[in-house]
């Protein structure tokens, strides 16, 4: 693991029922998710993983390069684990798929508002100059909508 990898991990702690806010990235920044297949796999995978009762799914948007995901922990797993979790499964399912090693996330405080801290996730493809508007983009959902 390299050292700014490991930083990521150092005071790392995992609540049940918090809320955080991950952004992950491909390795190298690789475009992987501009192919159609390889965004429903990461999409699918998110919702496995909500299904399978270790994380609600709040929103989440792929971007060409990188995932932010907003979700409230659940189940026995560790926010790492999770996190690995849906990286692995979806290396195995995409074509040309690698991870960045680590994560960034962020722990939401209760006074955070939820709703415009998914608007700021969902719009990530226009503030990227992807679209003009969230309308046009088709690799995102919020539990909102």
């Known amino acids: 693991m390299k050292a700014n990898a490991k930083n990521l991990l150092k005071g790392r702690f995992s609540s049940i029922n ?8 491909t390795k190298d920044r690789a475009p ?7 965004a429903r796999v990461l999409i699918n995978t998110l919702n496995h993983i909500h299904k399978l ?9 792929v ?3 990188h ?14 684990e999770v996190v690995a979790s849906v990286k692995r499964y979806s290396s195995r399912h995409c074509d040309n798929l690698q991870w960045q090693t680590g994560f ?9 508002d939820l709703k415009n801290i998914s608007r ?4 990530n493809p226009v503030r990227a ?17």
Not at 32 to 38: A, D, E, I, Q, W
């Open 67 to 80: 995932l932010h995901w907003l979700l409230q922990l659940k189940g026995t797993r560790t926010l790492s």
């Open 120 to 123: 700021y996730i969902i719009t």
């Open 104 to 112: 960034h996330d962020h722990a939401l405080r209760k006074e955070e």
């Open 63 to 65: 971007m060409p390069d």
């Open 18 to 25: 918090q809320i955080y806010h991950i952004t992950t990235a």
């Open 129 to 145: 100059g992807l679209v003009h508007s969230i309308k046009e983009y088709s690799h995102w959902d919020a539990i909102w909508l």
């Open 53 to 61: 009762d270790e994380a609600e799914t709040l929103c989440f948007v």
């Open 32 to 38: 992987v998710f501009n192919k159609l297949k390889n």
